[in-house]
């Protein structure tokens, strides 16, 4: 088949809808990994020149849509989709361990994640009640709060004395 008359095929197949079927979703797969074999056999070869010859998409399988049922009940129509024919919202997400093992380990790191103490994360101040953090000098330092004073907070002129002596470290005297 020539290379124009493939080309009219897929613009006419790309303005009608074409719903996403497990028998075209198959297929689709199925060019892709044949396609990434010939290139890894390519490679593995040294990438002799010319490279193998690229075979199209075939025509009933450009511009298929990604037809999962939305919430609205309608069929998806986005065209970007992975190789298992479903787009980035439909491709499926994990249902969980499948063997025995499998769900051994994740209740261990269920148990072991819930059983350990909250880690301290620096990037976050202490939020709990009567605990309060400052920001000096670019690093979080965490205090008490007893009433309306705070109890353990720099002074600010240590603050200003520290940063007019970088000042002057640097040259500057502004």
């Given at each position: 088949m020539e290379v124009g008359a493939i080309r009219a095929r897929a613009r006419a197949y790309a303005r009608s809808p074409q719903e996403s079927t497990p028998d075209r979703r198959k297929r689709y797969r199925?060019?892709?990994?044949?396609?990434?074999?010939r290139n890894a056999r390519w490679w593995d070869a040294g990438c002799p020149y010319p490279p193998p010859p690229h075979r199209p998409l075939p025509a009933d399988l450009v511009g298929m849509q990604c037809g999962a049922k939305t919430r609205r009940?309608?069929?998806?129509?986005?065209?970007s989709i992975y190789?298992?024919?479903?787009?980035?919202?439909?491709?499926?997400?994990?249902?969980?361990?499948?063997?025995?093992?499998g769900k051994a380990a994740a209740k261990a790191?269920?148990?072991?994640?819930w059983a350990s103490e909250p880690h301290e994360n620096p990037a976050k101040p202490d939020i709990r009640p009567g605990k309060c953090s400052v920001s000096v000098g670019g690093r979080s330092e965490p205090h008490e709060r007893v009433g309306n004073v705070e109890v353990g907070s720099p002074p600010a002129p240590a603050f200003r004395e520290l940063s007019m002596r970088a000042r002057e470290a640097k040259g500057g005297n502004s």
């Amino acid at each position: 088949m020539e290379v124009g008359a493939i080309r009219a095929r897929a613009r006419a197949y790309a303005r009608s809808p074409q719903e996403s079927t497990p028998d075209r979703r198959k297929r689709y797969r199925q060019h892709h990994e044949a396609s990434a074999e010939r290139n890894a056999r390519w490679w593995d070869a040294g990438c002799p020149y010319p490279p193998p010859p690229h075979r199209p998409l075939p025509a009933d399988l450009v511009g298929m849509q990604c037809g999962a049922k939305t919430r609205r009940g309608n069929a998806c129509l986005l065209t970007s989709i992975y190789l298992n024919g479903r787009c980035k919202f439909h491709g499926g997400m994990s249902k969980g361990p499948k063997t025995e093992a499998g769900k051994a380990a994740a209740k261990a790191n269920f148990a072991k994640r819930w059983a350990s103490e909250p880690h301290e994360n620096p990037a976050k101040p202490d939020i709990r009640p009567g605990k309060c953090s400052v920001s000096v000098g670019g690093r979080s330092e965490p205090h008490e709060r007893v009433g309306n004073v705070e109890v353990g907070s720099p002074p600010a002129p240590a603050f200003r004395e520290l940063s007019m002596r970088a000042r002057e470290a640097k040259g500057g005297n502004s």
